[in-house]
C-alpha cells in the first residue's frame, strides 16, 4: 500500500512537476491556439499550410517564431490574402510579443483577450475589416508601443485605458469610424492629428472639432481669432 502511494506521488512528480513536461504542455497550448486560428481564416494562398496541429510545438511552423523555450513570440501574417475572424484563443500566447496581421481581410470583433497578452509590443491589425469597438482590455498591454488599427471598420469611442500605456510611440486609429472625445492625456499627450484622421464623429483638442457640449478650445474673449498652433498650453495661465 504504502509503495502505491509512494509510486503514484512519484509518477505525478514527473508528469506534473517537471518543468520540461510542462513546456511541452504550454507549447502545445499556444499550437492549439494558433491552430483554431488557421481553422477559423480563408487562407486561398496556403500560407498556413506548415501550420500542423501534431506536432509537439508550433516552433518550426511558417511565420510563427518561437524563443528559447519553445513558446511563441511573433505571428508574421501581414499581406497574406486571409480572411474570416480571429479567435479569443489568441490571448493564450501569453509570451507573444508581436502580432502582425496587417493588410489581410480579417473581419469581425477585435477580441477583448488580446488585453491577456502583455508582452506585446506590436499589435498591427491594420488594413483590415475589423467592425464593432476597441476593447477597453488593451489598456492592460503596459509593454506596447505599436498600436495600429488604422483602415478599418472600428466604431464607439478610444478607450481611456489606452492613456494608460506608457510606453505607446506609434498610435494610428485613422480611416474608421470612431466617435466620442479622443483622449489628450498620459501616452496621449504624444499623439498628432494624424493618428486620428478620417474618423468622422471624433472630437477634442486633437481633431479641431469641439466636443458637444465642451467650451471652445480658445480662451475668452469671444470674436478674436485662435492663436496660432505652436502657441503653448501655458499661455492659459496668463488669462
Ligand atoms: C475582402 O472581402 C470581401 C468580402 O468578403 C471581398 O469582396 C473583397 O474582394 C476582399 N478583398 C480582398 C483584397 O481580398
Ligand atoms: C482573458 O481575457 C478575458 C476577456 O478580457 C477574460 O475574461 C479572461 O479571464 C482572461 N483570461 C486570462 C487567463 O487571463
Ligand atoms: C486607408 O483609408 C483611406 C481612406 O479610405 C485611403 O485613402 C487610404 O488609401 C487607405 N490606406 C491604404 C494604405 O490603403
Ligand atoms: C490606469 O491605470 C490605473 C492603475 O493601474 C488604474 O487604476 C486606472 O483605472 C487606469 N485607467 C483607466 C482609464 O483604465
Ligand atoms: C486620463 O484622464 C481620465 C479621466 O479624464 C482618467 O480616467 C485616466 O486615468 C487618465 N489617464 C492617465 C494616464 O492619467
Given amino acids: 500500500?504504502?509503495?502505491?502511494?509512494?509510486?503514484?506521488?512519484?509518477?505525478?512528480?514527473?508528469?506534473?512537476?517537471?518543468?520540461?513536461?510542462?513546456t511541452m504542455v504550454l507549447a502545445n497550448m499556444e499550437g492549439d491556439a494558433l491552430h483554431s486560428l488557421r481553422t477559423n481564416?480563408?487562407?486561398?494562398?496556403?500560407?498556413?499550410?506548415?501550420?500542423?496541429?501534431t506536432l509537439v510545438n508550433p516552433c518550426t511552423w511558417f511565420h510563427v517564431t518561437c524563443n528559447n523555450e519553445n513558446s511563441v513570440i511573433r505571428v508574421d501574417l501581414g499581406?497574406?490574402?486571409?480572411?474570416?475572424?480571429?479567435?479569443?484563443?489568441?490571448?493564450?500566447?501569453?509570451?507573444?510579443?508581436?502580432?502582425?496581421?496587417?493588410?489581410?481581410n480579417i473581419s469581425g470583433p477585435i477580441p477583448s483577450e488580446l488585453g491577456n497578452l502583455t508582452s506585446l509590443v506590436s499589435l498591427d491589425l491594420y488594413l483590415n475589416s475589423f467592425a464593432g469597438l476597441i476593447p477597453d482590455t488593451l489598456g492592460k498591454l503596459s509593454k506596447l508601443r505599436f498600436?495600429?488599427?488604422?483602415?478599418?471598420?472600428?466604431?464607439?469611442?478610444?478607450?481611456?485605458?489606452?492613456?494608460?500605456?506608457?510606453?505607446?510611440?506609434?498610435?494610428?486609429?485613422?480611416?474608421?469610424?470612431?466617435?466620442?472625445?479622443?483622449?489628450?492625456?498620459?501616452?496621449f499627450s504624444l499623439?498628432?492629428?494624424l493618428s486620428f484622421a478620417n474618423n468622422l464623429n471624433l472630437c477634442g483638442p486633437v481633431t479641431g472639432r469641439p466636443c458637444p457640449g465642451s467650451p471652445p478650445f480658445s480662451p475668452p474673449p469671444p470674436f478674436v481669432p485662435p492663436p496660432p498652433i505652436s502657441t503653448p498650453v501655458f499661455q492659459k495661465a496668463h488669462n
Fill in 41 to 53: 481564416l480563408e487562407d486561398p494562398n496556403k500560407v498556413l499550410q506548415s501550420w500542423n496541429p
Fill in 191 to 193: 499623439f498628432t492629428p
Fill in 147 to 187: 498600436l495600429r488599427l488604422n483602415n478599418n471598420s472600428l466604431v464607439g469611442p478610444i478607450p481611456m485605458s489606452l492613456t494608460n500605456i506608457s510606453s505607446l510611440q506609434v498610435l494610428d486609429l485613422s480611416n474608421n469610424h470612431l466617435s466620442g472625445e479622443v483622449p489628450n492625456n498620459g501616452s
Fill in 79 to 104: 499581406n497574406a490574402l486571409l480572411s474570416g475572424q480571429l479567435v479569443p484563443q489568441l490571448g493564450l500566447l501569453k509570451n507573444l510579443q508581436y502580432l502582425e496581421l496587417y493588410s489581410n
Fill in 1 to 22: 500500500m504504502e509503495s502505491k502511494v509512494g509510486n503514484s506521488l512519484c509518477l505525478w512528480l514527473i508528469l506534473v512537476a517537471h518543468p520540461l513536461w510542462m
